[in-house]
């Protein structure tokens, strides 16, 4: 039988990746007359090593988060999804997404943006799409193509 998605994550991080990522969560949400959760995960990491840090840089993430994810549920609008929310999470994305709103969320399908980590960074810092794709107990989507399926090609430095 035909499986139809009820609750679908798209984690998003303001790469183009993560972009293509979240339009094609837009139209497989559509397809399945889904609930569409665009999630932004805050790594609380990248702050550990800021000496200085305060809750204001917390804040200041969480307000640039909050515009970016309005514009997302407004294009999801645009075209056609009509039940989406969106999430700001703190902590380590990896298991927030593979994990914690897999569960707390009933998700049933989770897309992620191929990463752009060459070999080296893949072994030091590991790929959280990779990560998702072996820890989730749902199925995952890891997005390389634009939606006319055209493979999405960084621009080399």
Not at 48 to 61: C, G, N, R, Y
Not at 91 to 104: D, F, M, N, Y
Not at 111 to 137: Q, W
Request: aromatic letters at 8%; glycine letters at 4%; one cysteine or more.
């Amino acid at each position: 039988m035909f499986e139809e998605y009820k609750n679908i994550l798209v984690a998003v991080d303001g790469s183009k990746e993560s972009e293509l990522a979240f339009k094609k969560a837009v139209q497989v949400t559509k397809r399945n007359n889904a609930k569409l959760f665009v999630a932004h995960i805050i790594d609380v990491r990248a702050f550990e090593s800021i000496s200085s840090f305060d809750e204001t840089m917390a804040e200041e993430a969480e307000k640039a988060a909050k515009e970016t994810l309005d514009s997302y549920l407004e294009y999801a609008e645009n075209n056609g999804v009509t039940n989406a929310e969106y999430l700001i999470e703190y902590g380590a994305p990896k298991t927030v997404i593979a994990k914690e709103l897999q569960r707390s969320k009933n998700i049933d399908l989770i897309l992620l943006g191929a990463t752009g980590l060459n070999a080296m960074e893949r072994i030091l810092i590991g790929s959280v799409s990779s990560y998702v794709a072996r820890h989730a107990h749902c199925d995952v989507l890891i997005v390389r193509t634009d939606l006319e399926n055209k493979r999405f090609e960084k621009k080399k430095k």
